[in-house]
């Protein structure tokens, strides 16, 4: 089973990249959003790409190699989440978004988690990959992953509160409950026998954050 959804939220996201590419073509108020969105879509059908391509490659060093890009990718891509919501909070003529030192400190924030992650996490994970084979599909893990990292929940909170103050502000619903969603995936034991379903909960994010871009877009608030 966790092959085809593996599969399945590969293909989805790289679906999503081209509808999200198709977007820009004449509108270049969309690209603040796209630029970030398509890094992270790319990135997440990267990891679900090699994940459910493992079996077909074979246990040895290029599948280690492959697997460990999806580290660097995770640690430089989910940052850049909190670049999106800041474009988001823009769209939705939030006073304080008009700020430069918002602007500032939403960089700062971004290129901080990423240093942050590459040196508390990344490096090591990469040296420690260790093969497992599992529910269908053989990957590259590291030995030191337990729980989500600090960055992803930091992230994810900085999401939930965006998600907030847009309902408030244009009563729209769905990046606070796509938000809400991954940490109640996250955080639950779902009894089935997968390591791929919680992914899905990632899948919903992403698809909350374009419907919530494409709303601005629609609107011409950017």
């Known amino acids: 089973m966790d092959l ?13 990249v081209v509808r999200i590419a198709a977007q820009l073509s004449g509108k270049r108020q969309w690209l ?19 994940i459910a391509a493992g079996r077909f490659i074979g246990e ?33 003529q939030v006073k304080f978004s ?19 992650q590459i040196v508390s996490s990344t490096l090591h994970e990469v040296k420690s990959l260790i ?30 509160l965006i998600g907030i103050i847009v309902l408030v502000k244009q009563k729209w619903v769905w990046l ?5 969603l991954l940490f109640i995936g996250q955080g639950l034991q779902i009894p089935v026998a997968s390591t791929a379903v919680t992914n899905i909960f990632e899948l919903i994010l992403m698809v909350s954050i374009w419907t919530t871009t494409s709303k601005a877009l629609d609107s011409q608030r950017l």
């Open 131 to 160: 093969p497992i084979e599992e529910y269908g599909v053989l990957r590259y893990t590291s030995e030191s992953l337990a729980g989500p990292p600090f960055m992803v929940i930091i992230v994810g909170f900085l999401l939930l």
């Open 32 to 50: 603040n959003y796209a630029i970030f969105q398509i890094f992270v879509l790319f990135s997440l059908a990267y990891d679900n790409g090699i």
């Open 98 to 116: 008009k700020h430069i030192i918002t602007h500032i400190a939403a960089w700062l924030i971004t290129v901080g988690l990423i240093i942050y």
């Open 60 to 92: 040895g060093e290029l599948l280690k190699g492959l697997s460990g890009v999806r580290f660097w990718l995770h640690a430089f891509a989910t940052p850049t989440l909190i670049l999106v919501g800041y474009y988001i909070l823009r769209s939705s």
């Open 4 to 16: 085809v959804i593996y599969s399945a939220l590969a293909l989805i996201y790289l679906f999503l």
């Open 176 to 180: 606070f409950v796509g938000t809400l």
